[in-house]
């Protein structure tokens, strides 16, 4: 005889709006209750983004909505709920209240902030709490755990051909499709005159959405960034038809132009499926398998399938095995002991340097920017200029509407700003203003000259770059992958290296110091 079920807890997180999540896949819709809860305090640790927080409370209201379909039973604690306690600890406690279930049931969070909050959860609510790992990835935890430890993933190359031989994307047999595991070197090419990417699918605000756009606008108001017009996708099917117009439409030339950047174009070729992924609309299984069909079909080159898989396949699983595998220490390192304060220009965009204006109007605007205007201008600029890393850390985590600590603090604090030591990557991605010149259209136009080194209208990142350079010399020279630069620095005459430095120190010391804007200091007092 089968023992009646007894009632259990689960609750799905905003970044878990995904059916097949590992703690609904067994729910009982006849005994279960799904709790989901708007919590404020996870909107305002750092002043996100309003589009980021409207589109992953819009996705959340209507992944609620989607279970209730089903016939499942959702608890939804809203925003402006006035008995809501704005913690998950006391939603839980609450709930329990209401529901007297006979356990909890969750899947692992995404953050180790939250992970530490749930270790106590059990004791605090005399309840069994079950954890269960997070399958939506391809490497669980643990998987990445013991490869490290057989020195399998010490850099995400070895790492990526790894996953691609365990899932067999992208190969034949033991050997990789087009017979090359990494087609980056085809990948560099700056966008030419006259080629426009296409329109990208955004999405009109249905009822769920507008009522949430109201929200945010009256309680998140002076958050950064523009909160209309909103086009993202906020359920399922509507993040599905973006990736098929993605893939139908760009990735065939993802490959050749992932690099570039272009005034004026804010997406170019790339996916704009991040914030998708990272909430759970999205798996990256499914994500990977209709890019690799569109290659078996012959509808996309290789260099472009590889580049867009190596992504996800390889970079978004290695940056998390990092992030789960040295936290809590890998937040506090800070390996080139940079202890300047971020610019204020970040958080408003007023600034000469037409490269920086671009991307952070972008910011400003969409919530969004891709790889190559985050790691190769406000990334290079942060790392050049010095800032201290939980500086330009929390910028990063408060303006993408992708952002999460498991993804955005491995990109930053080690790719970035090698804050790390180079546990991420094995240099610092460094770069002076004649690589801004050849791959985007920046330049022309700006009040600054890329080709001239010191001097009124030098551009800044020429100067700060020698400067990087000689304020890290002891870190750094000895790095192999640095050799070449440092013998460059080595034959500069005193005289140029003083101007360089005299340079750097009157530009830095010209911008405005950390001052957040007032209207976006986190005292919601709500
Ligand atoms: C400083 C910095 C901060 C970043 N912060 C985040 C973040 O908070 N959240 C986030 O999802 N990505 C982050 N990235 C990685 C990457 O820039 C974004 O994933 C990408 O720009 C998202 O746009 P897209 O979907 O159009 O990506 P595409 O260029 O179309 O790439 C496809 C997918 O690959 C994955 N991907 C690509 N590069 C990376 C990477 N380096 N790490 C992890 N996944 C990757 C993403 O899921 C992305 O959607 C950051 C990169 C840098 C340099
Ligand atoms: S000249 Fe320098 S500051 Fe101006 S856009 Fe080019 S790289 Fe940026």
Redesign the pocket.
Known sequence: MNMPKTRQLRLVLGDQLTRGLASLTDLDPAQDVVLMVEVAAEAQYVPHHKQKIAFLLSAMRHFAETLRAEGITVDYVPLDDPANSHSFGGELARAVARHAPSGIVLTEPGEWRVWQMMQGWAEALSLPVEIRADDRFFCTRGDFATLTKARKTGRMEFFYREMRRRTGILMQGQVPQGGQWNFDADNRKPLPRGLRPPARVRFAPDAITRSVLDLVATRFGHHFGDLEPFGWAVTRDAALQALDHFIATCLPR?GDY?DAMKAGEDFLF?????PY??CGLLTAREVCARAEAAFQAGAVPINAAEG?IR??LG??EF?RGIYWTEMPAYAQSNHLNAQRDLPGFYWTGDTPMRCMAECIGTTRRTA????IQ??MIT?NFALLAGVAPAQIEDW??AV?A???EW??LP??HG??MHADGGRLGSKPYAASGAYINRMSDYCTGCAFDPKQKLGARACPFNYLYWNFLIENEATLARNPRMALPYRTLAKMPADQRQAIIHASAQFLAGQAGWSPPAQLRLNDGW
Not at 270 to 274: E, F, G, V
Not at 368 to 371: I, K, R, V
């Open positions: 993802f992932q790339h996916s704009l499926i991040s992924l990272n867009f992504q996800i970079w978004r940056v969004y920017a891709h790889h985050r790691l990334g990063y985590l993408y992708d952002a999460f993804v955005e990109n930053v790719m970035v």
